[in-house]
């Protein structure tokens, strides 16, 4: 049996001496699954749903965990490849990796989008990732559950009812947490590493309550 897990530096499991302590390999462990973590440190959700759909075909799981990221991470693509920006919906929060700084078009393009970041219109850009991911899972018979690391669940309050529609198309079911607790909540008091990253204790938890939420749905 085979877990394909993905997401941003939480999933990957930064600031962990061995990352094999990172949620996906306990879950692993708990459930005896094998595990096929493709967390990957400041990535996007563009990217995520992409690795997802690439991962029915190449891997074939039998259950993936899709960790979301902050729906302020844009992914854009130029003759150099694929970058995320992380506007994280603030005008104060602009980062680009240093190699792709250097880069004076994408460095201009990250400053715009940091610059006119619009937290509604990323949230409901990422609702409409998360609904066709759904859809693709679904269709191709996988079972799936969702949890969002942070930020994102903070944003429903400032959506009108015209967006009440789209949120109603999400399987709250297969989603941890909806719509108030995310990995940030999971982990609870633990410690946590110099860049804000759960440590062991913060990783165990959040596995917990994704093993208690299969077990419920199942």
């Given amino acids: ?18 990352r094999n302590s990172a949620w996906p390999h306990v879950l692993g462990n708990r459930l005896g699954y094998e595990v096929i973590n493709e967390g990957r440190r400041g990535t996007g959700n563009h990217w995520c749903v992409k690795r997802t759909i690439n991962a029915v075909i190449e891997h074939a799981p039998d259950l993936i965990v899709v960790g979301w990221t902050s729906c302020g991470r844009q992914e854009f693509n130029d003759s150099h490849g694929a970058f995320t920006i992380w506007a994280g919906c603030s005008e104060y929060a602009y980062w680009l990796n240093p190699d792709q700084a250097k880069d004076v078009n994408r460095a201009s393009i990250a400053r715009w989008l940091t610059m006119y970041s619009q937290p509604v219109y990323e ?94 749905g199942r």
Avoid: C
Avoid at 168 to 176: A, K, L, P, Q
């Fill in 1 to 18: 049996m085979k877990l394909y897990t993905v997401g941003d530096s939480f999933t990957y499991g930064e600031e962990l001496e061995d």
């Fill in 123 to 216: 949230f409901r850009n990422w609702i409409r990732q998360v609904i066709l991911l759904q859809s693709f899972l679904k269709q191709n018979n996988v079972e799936y559950r969702f949890v969002n690391t942070f930020d994102n669940l903070g944003l429903i309050h400032q959506l009108d009812h015209r967006a009440d529609d789209l949120i109603g198309m999400i399987d709250t079911t297969n989603f941890v947490g909806w719509p108030t607790t995310q990995m940030v909540e999971m982990m609870g008091d633990a410690p946590k590493g110099p860049g804000g990253h759960p440590l062991e204790l913060g990783h165990k938890r959040i596995a917990e309550a994704i093993h208690a939420h299969i077990n419920t």
